[in-house]
């Protein structure tokens, strides 16, 4: 019989692999708590006309990218390949938008039917910070701290911050045109999506990665000469408060964003440690959202960042990933010791040792391979005669010594005792 194998790009995290996500996903959330950011979570599945009227009809995603169906009632419903339109959907619906002011946090699966290769999946997972009701650059520098700070928490130095503002709607309407007409002049020279973005949206051609195309856009008006009044001003701003707070960025005047809600400042770090995929995380400010998807306006802005991304550039960078690691390893010898062994590992647990038990029985000298190789820095050994004396022996997996019969009274002061002397 043929063996059942997993959908093409949606992958299986094993364990081993799952102590470093683990691990990654702890320290995002210790970053987030840290600056007030409140945890929101969204269902899997949203009616497709959320996306396409937050997205954009004639993005990428939309059109080629979402995993779409009808449902029994005839409810065209869409797997979310992303989470903040639903985070806004959310928030209009339960009315906590309007005339307030949250910090939200989410990390979930997320799925777009792009072409699978590495750090780029399928399924896969997300996460993001959302800023709703603050209107001024200071909210957009906040954002870029949560990220910066989370990069250095995971040890990472490879990343590149790059910086750039589409302006208000009337700056970006006169750039759309400029663009229009320079581009117009060379349309048969453009990648073909390029050439059926020129009518329709043309600031995404400056996303593209098509090398002729990028070749055109070298002499293309620029973004930034079209940017004044207010939206100039607060970019400036923007940029003073990020040297001010030791945040190093470049200012990319080509940076836009794959999605159409977009307004105002974006951003993106980048690396050259992916190969092609050099983003990690991207974001930026989407104040029309909101009313977009039929709220009262409402200021926001938020970034999103591929788990998947972020774990492998921990892995390839940081300065120490290792797998997650007990503290205790528990051998048990004979028969009759095993209730007597699972009771004191619940003590060490409880004292917040990490331990593992050897279930299963085995000889001693095969128990002890498994307790070297599980990365544990002691053994407790019971046996019989320890279960029916009251008592366990401890020994150092990493240190020269002796072994130490310890009461079982006693255990867990002695445990934490010498795991501190060994960590020193």
């Not at 419903?77 to 949250?102: D, K, S, W, Y």
């Not at 896969?124 to 800023?131: K, N, R, S």
């Not at 528990?330 to 028969?335: E, F, L, S, Y």
């Amino acid at each position: 019989m043929e063996k059942i194998k997993s959908v093409r790009g949606m992958n299986d995290l094993l364990p081993g692999r799952s102590d470093v996500w683990y691990r990654v996903e702890r320290m995002i959330r210790e970053v987030v708590n840290s600056y007030g950011y409140r945890e929101i979570r969204t269902p899997l599945l949203e009616r497709t006309e959320l996306f396409k009227r937050s997205i954009g009809e004639q993005t990428d995603i939309v059109e080629k990218e979402m995993y779409t169906f009808d449902d029994i009632s005839g409810d065209s419903l869409t797997l979310r390949p992303e989470a903040t339109a639903a985070c806004v959907r959310a928030g209009i619906e339960h009315g906590f938008l309007h005339n307030q002011q949250h910090r939200l946090w989410y990390l979930g699966p997320m799925f777009r039917r792009e072409r699978p290769q590495k750090g780029r999946y399928r399924q896969f997972q997300q996460f993001g910070i959302e800023a709703l009701g603050w209107p001024g650059p200071d909210i957009d520098a906040e954002i870029m701290m949560v990220g910066t700070r989370l990069w250095r928490r995971l040890g990472l130095s490879q990343l590149t911050l790059e910086i750039n503002t589409l302006g208000d709607p009337q700056s970006r309407g006169s750039y759309r045109e400029a663009l229009q007409a320079y581009l117009g002049r060379y349309r048969e020279d453009l990648d073909p999506d390029s050439q059926r973005r020129l009518d329709r949206n043309p600031l995404r051609i400056l996303d593209s990665k098509a090398p002729q195309t990028q070749q055109l856009l070298e002499e293309a008006p620029d973004l930034l000469s079209f940017i004044d009044g207010k939206s100039k001003d607060d970019f400036s701003l923007l940029q003073a408060i990020l040297s001010e707070n030791g945040i190093k960025f470049k200012v990319n005047s080509k940076l836009v964003r794959g999605l159409d809600y977009y307004t105002g400042p974006v951003f993106e770090w980048t690396t050259d440690l992916l190969g092609a995929q050099s983003a990690v995380c991207a974001g930026g400010r989407y104040d029309g959202l909101v009313s977009q998807l039929g709220g009262q306006p409402v200021p926001a802005a938020g970034f999103a960042c591929g788990v998947e991304r972020l774990v492998e550039v921990y892995e390839t960078s940081a300065e120490s990933v290792g797998s997650e690691q007990p503290d205790v390893w528990v051998c048990v010898i004979g028969d009759h010791s095993m209730s007597y062994a699972l009771k004191n590992a619940e003590k060490l647990r409880d004292a917040g040792i990490e331990t593992i038990i050897n279930c299963g029985g085995g000889a001693v000298k095969r128990q002890l391979r498994r307790a070297d190789q599980s990365g544990a820095q002691l053994v407790v050994v019971i046996g019989d005669d320890e279960s029916m004396n009251g008592y366990v022996t401890v020994k150092s997996l990493r240190e020269d010594g002796g072994q130490t019969q310890v009461n079982e009274s006693n255990l867990a002061d002695y445990v934490c005792a010498r795991l501190r002397e060994e960590q020193k």
